[in-house]
């Protein structure tokens, strides 16, 4: 989670080593095999906006985590035509898969992380012609296909006051917006409440002031969400009721 404006990405490092070998002069000579090793990587580059006040407006970028509900890695090989000459497919993010090339061919090497109907992360690379009995290694990057954002018309509020959030999906098969309270879909009368539209109204029952983490996220993927912090505001109420009416506490 994080507090004001987030930009994260993930890179997938997909090692490809591919080994040919033949029998020189031989009609039969034919390469042998490709061996594709999957890792995923971190990179962050957090930016935090200082000094906000309380009608600054402010946006948060998605949380970028590659998630943990991905269904399947297809991994394809296309060669000068554009034809798919080799494919594999996994359910694990790390795994290992073996693929047959044809030297002295440019290649397009490709990767797609799937959920369902939708392609979260896609790579490719090029990958120029081998020769015979050569090995080589080429890095590839996963990168993300879809957005989420959130921003809040406010990120400090009195308890008294409502701020209106700004959710959006794009890039996925349903992009509907869902809203939730500290990773509560909807908020509850602790946390506050969060409407469709994502107007949060906080807790009457805040005794001291409070933070709450306000998320955005698709409804079918809720995993892929993006946060901003709220801090509401409940001392200066009471200061400001104590100050005005202050013969009620005579």
């Known amino acids: ?17 591919l080994s040919l070998a033949g029998c020189g002069g031989s009609s039969n000579s034919i390469p042998d095999h490709a061996t594709l090793v999957v890792s995923m990587t971190q990179s962050d580059a957090l930016t935090k906006a200082g000094g906000a006040t309380r009608s600054q407006a402010v ?15 297809i991994i394809e090989v296309r060669d000068s035509r554009e034809a798919i000459v080799k494919s594999a497919s996994t359910s694990s993010l790390t795994g290992v898969m073996r693929l047959n090339v044809i030297p002295n061919e440019n290649l397009l090497v490709s990767v797609r992380a799937i959920n369902g109907q939708d392609t979260l992360y896609q790579g490719s690379t090029s990958v120029e012609a081998l020769s015979p009995n050569e090995s ?15 921003g809040s018309s406010a990120v400090i509020i009195d308890i008294n006051e409502s701020a209106s959030l700004t959710g959006t999906v794009s890039g996925l098969s349903n992009n509907t917006v869902g809203y939730a309270v500290n990773g509560i879909t909807g908020g509850n009368p602790t946390l506050g409440i969060v409407d ?25 993927l809720p995993s892929l969400s993006a946060d901003v912090q709220i801090s509401v505001l409940v001392d200066a ?8 009416d202050g013969k009620k506490w005579q």
């Open 136 to 150: 080589r290694a080429v890095s590839l990057p996963l990168n993300k296909t879809f957005t989420v954002a959130i």
């Open 196 to 220: 469709i539209e994502g107007v949060y109204t906080p807790s009457s029952g805040f005794l001291s002031n409070t933070t709450v983490t306000l998320s955005a996220f698709p409804i079918n």
């Open 1 to 17: 989670m994080t507090t004001l404006q987030n930009s994260r990405y993930f890179i997938a490092s997909i090692l490809l080593t």
């Open 237 to 244: 109420v009471w200061d400001q009721f104590n100050w005005d």
């Open 59 to 73: 946006s948060a970028g998605q949380n970028e985590t590659v998630p943990s509900d991905i269904q399947t890695l």
